[in-house]
Each structure stands twice: as C-alpha cells, then as structure tokens.
Nanobody, 116 residues
Framework: VQLQASGGGLVQAGGSLRLSCVAS????????MGWFRQAAGKEREIVAV????????WYADSVKGRITISRNNAKNTVYLQMNSLKPEDTAVYYC??????????WGQGTQVTVSS
C-alpha cells in the first residue's frame, strides 16, 4: 500500500488549501482513510476520517465547520478541503489508511503553514 500526499503550502490566515492523498496498491473498499497532523513540538493528532465505501465522516472538534474530508473512488484519492485556516492549523499533514484495525499505512506528509 502506498499513500502519496500533496497540496500543502503557505497561506494567509482565512485562506484555503486542498490536500490530496492518492492511494495505490490495493482496494480500499470497506476501510477508513484519515488525515492527521503534527505541529512542531506536539503529538500527532487526528483531524478527519472517512469510510471509503459509505462516505461516513468524522472530524476533530478543532476543525469542525472549516475542514471537509471527501474521496473520489474512481481516482483512489482522498481530499482534505481546509477553509478559514488559522495559524494554529500549521502542521505537517499526513494521510493514513486503516486496513486492519489500526492506522497501518501512512503517507509522507505535506507541510501546511498558515501565516497571521
């Protein structure tokens, strides 16, 4: 399983970014995909999760209403649309796949920096 994340960058507070995670190597039907982030000096935290088959979603309280996770089954891609970005959203963002009861496959991370 390979996960390739992209789309990070530098944006001003209030701006938007869309992250993409292209998955390959197997079928992801029935499994969950998630986005995590890790800010400098802090632990990695979960941001959003989506069920690949049914599209059910979950969000951390800190991002509800500002961030949307979605997927394109045909492209094997999961997206993280981030709006109204805040400086505290600055972090390295990772996508991950839950294939066997845990987050076992990880992408390489993409840096998001929000300036005030």
């Amino acid at each position: 399983v390979q996960l390739q994340a992209s789309g990070g960058g530098l944006v001003q507070a209030g701006g938007s970014l869309r992250l993409s995670c292209v998955a390959s190597g197997r079928t992801f039907t029935g499994y969950a995909m998630g986005w995590f982030r890790q800010a400098a000096g802090k632990e990695r935290e979960i941001v959003a999760v989506i069920n690949w088959s049914f599209g059910n979603t979950w969000y951390a309280d800190s991002v509800k209403g500002r961030i949307t996770i979605s997927r394109n089954n045909a492209k094997n891609t999961v997206y993280l649309q981030m709006n109204s970005l805040k400086p505290e959203d600055t972090a390295v963002y990772y996508c991950a796949a839950d294939l066997s009861g845990g987050w076992s496959s990880w992408g390489q991370g993409t840096q998001v920096t929000v300036s005030s």
